[in-house]
């Protein structure tokens, strides 16, 4: 069993009301440049993300003896995949 434990959010060091205040000015449109088709054509989109695995991992539901689950969970820390490891190793193939 696990405490849950209250996790502060980090500060971020800015004035957002200043910044929600701030009223863009006509001068700073100059600042930014023209879209053109030519820069739309290079565009990219990152839909970001993990990469596709070339193994996936597939749910299942499987029951097992509570001693055999608290030797595994004793075990520390990623015991989950230490078994799914050694059941692979010991699968009929």
Partial sequence: MTA??????????????????HVIQPEEYEELPEL????????????G????????????SIRLTEDVIERWRASGPGWQTRMAEKLSRSAPK
Avoid at 4 to 21: E, G, Q, T
Avoid at 49 to 60: D, E, Q, V
């Fill in 4 to 21: 849950s434990k209250r996790v502060s959010r980090p500060y971020l060091k800015s004035d957002l009301a200043k910044v929600a205040a």
């Fill in 36 to 47: 053109t088709d030519d820069m739309l054509a290079r565009g990219v989109v990152n839909k």
């Fill in 49 to 60: 993300g993990r990469p596709r695995s070339a193994n996936p991992k597939r749910l299942i």
